[in-house]
């Protein structure tokens, strides 16, 4: 008897807990907030986002004044100008190339002020700085914007828009009165700039310097290294597959169809991806737009890059460092461009600095002199089979080196540069003595 009442007692207690167990697998309800959190992903982000209107923009602004030419490449100026620009309303946007006669008169023209681009821009791409009315508008590129202050048709202005590499026009109008504000508040005063004279290059080319010397400012900059890791969270489709390993020069990291390399002594990254399909079929507009939509996806403008070029044949366009007043800087090994080739849906090499350059050592700053335009020039004409057509732009800029004196350092030491046969060289002091140094 007491046997039995062990053995219910040990049922019911049995029954008891199946009960409980079972009550408390219905009413689970698992903690989901909790998990979502703890597994996001911080989006990888080097620096600032950037807008088209701060990556595309102009680095020199002409005024042609009654057979004086007047031009400034000062970012703050040049701000002014954009900040104009962008409060009109563009209409009526046409081609208009076979009603010109001669192109470069038109750009040169007295009364015309000429917004010059570094590389050819879509106009699709620029409708996000410029108000352009109109749904549909003809698809262009162009590298100079013509605001012409004293000839108007009927009770509009006109802008024309230029590309001097396909010798295109097109036509635009504005409202007068934004005319009118443009011409008081900017074109008349002209005169505060430096004075250009012109050079005839060729029949469709001419290429403006300054008359006398120009004062500029050396830099030097101590660079702080960009983390490699991230570069590889942004880069690789699945970043916990990729290997990491040393090479003698830096690092080197790689999954089965790509590869990431640092160099710590250049100070360049490769990304290369070979299987991407190559048959880039996309517009001038698409090519460019999502280089700058790839660069903004990681903060890649970890300095003030502008967008100076692009290569349709071999899918590329490249992005270059500027100084703080509006030069643009060059270096023969790359670590003052960003540079991008694509395939038809995916980056195939993307080549770029891994520094950014901080604040300039300001005890380290001092004030040089670069010759005048018709020295520089000289130089160039008294070149061994130099050929004037083969001349395509002339500018002052800075050389991007490591400092000498202190290895660590960077430093950016004012030049003349040129592109001549589609290659930029420079010119040194020690040039105007006979020497030249490209940048190849």
Request: glycine share 4%; hydrophobic share 35%; charged share 25%.
């Amino acid at each position: 008897m007491r046997y039995e009442n062990i053995k219910s007692g040990i049922l019911t207690f049995l029954v008891l807990v199946s009960i409980l167990l079972t009550w408390n697998l219905w009413t689970y309800q698992p903690n989901y907030d909790t998990m979502e959190k703890s597994n996001t992903v911080a989006e990888v982000t080097l620096s600032e986002k950037q807008e088209v209107q701060k990556i595309v923009r102009p680095d020199q602004v002409f005024f042609h004044v009654k057979g004086q030419h007047y031009g400034t490449n000062n970012t703050e100026e040049i701000e002014k100008v954009l900040k104009q620009l962008s409060s009109w309303a563009f209409f009526d946007v046409k081609k208009y190339t076979n009603e010109v006669k001669n192109i470069k008169e038109l750009i040169h023209g007295s009364g015309n002020a000429e917004i010059i681009f570094p590389g050819e821009v879509p106009i699709e791409l620029y409708r996000s700085v410029l108000n352009i009315e109109g749904k549909k508008i003809p698809s262009f590129t162009f590298n100079r914007i013509i605001v012409n202050v004293e000839n108007s048709e009927k009770e509009n202005g006109i802008v024309y828009f230029v590309s001097t590499e396909h010798q295109q026009v097109y036509i635009s109008h504005i409202s007068s009165a934004h005319l009118s504000e443009f011409n008081r508040n900017i074109y008349k005063n002209a005169a505060q700039f430096p004075r250009h004279f012109a050079y005839e290059a060729s029949e469709w080319r001419t290429i403006f310097l300054p008359e006398t010397e120009t004062e500029m400012t050396t830099y030097k900059y101590l660079p702080v290294n960009l983390d490699s890791e991230e570069f590889k969270e942004a880069l690789f489709s699945d970043p916990s597959f990729v290997q990491k390993s040393f090479v003698p020069s830096g690092e080197e990291y790689t999954n089965d169809s790509s590869k990431m390399t640092l160099n710590f002594e250049s100070n360049v990254l490769r990304y290369v991806n070979p299987t991407v399909d190559e048959n880039f079929v996309n517009s001038s507009y698409d090519l460019v737009k999502r280089s700058i939509d790839f660069v903004n996806e990681h903060g890649g403008w970890t300095d003030p890059y502008r967008y100076v070029d692009k290569n349709e044949l071999n899918h590329s366009v490249t992005f270059r460092l500027y100084s703080i007043e509006g030069y643009p800087v060059f270096n023969g090994n790359g670590i003052a461009e960003i540079s991008e080739v694509w395939g038809r849906d995916e980056i195939n090499q993307y080549i770029r600095p891994n520094i950014s350059l901080e604040l300039p050592l300001t005890t380290e700053m001092k004030k040089v002199t670069r010759p005048s335009g018709h020295d520089a020039l000289e130089f160039l004409q008294n070149k061994k089979n130099f050929k004037p057509g083969l001349l395509e732009e002339m500018i002052l800029g800075y050389r991007m080196e490591r400092d000498s004196d202190e290895n660590k350092l960077i430093l950016l030491e004012p030049a003349w540069f040129y592109r001549y046969d589609k290659t930029w060289g420079q010119i040194t002091m020690e040039d105007l003595g006979g020497l030249q140094h490209g940048l190849e």
